[in-house]
Nanobody
Framework: QVRLVESGGGLVQPGGSLRLSCEASRTIFSNNAMDWYRQAPTKQRELVATITSGGSTSYADSVKGRFTISRDNAKNTVYLQMNSLKPEDTDVYYC?????????WGRGTPVTVSS
């Protein structure tokens, strides 16, 4: 059974930091790229960052230089370190993996950036 469980969201002031975690089943994590997406209620889901199984990373332009994606293969966990947070980063953040052309999603963790 494939499982993705996010944690680490919360309320933070502008300029602050949060670190999101996504613990994944080994079947989806091993040898697969993992992603973080985000979505506000009235918007389309947006790809935030991707990390390949080899550790190569890519980012949306809106978060480059502020967010860092990483993975711990021993723990089957992917992280998203978010620094210099802005109010427009307020969203629900979702962990995603793709295996055999099947998309797997976590339930999301909410992030609110507000003073």
């Amino acid at each position: 059974q494939v499982r993705l469980v996010e944690s680490g969201g919360g309320l933070v002031q502008p300029g602050g930091s949060l670190r999101l975690s996504c613990e994944a089943s080994r079947t989806i994590f091993s040898n697969n790229a993992m992603d973080w997406y985000r979505q506000a209620p009235t918007k389309q889901r947006e790809l935030v960052a991707t990390i390949t199984s080899g550790g190569s990373t890519s980012y949306a332009d809106s978060v480059k230089g502020r967010f860092t994606i990483s993975r711990d293969n021993a723990k089957n966990t992917v992280y998203l370190q978010m620094n210099s947070l802005k109010p427009e980063d307020t969203d629900v953040y979702y962990c995603h993996g793709l295996r055999w052309n099947i998309h797997y999603w976590g339930r999301g963790t909410p992030v609110t950036v507000s003073s």
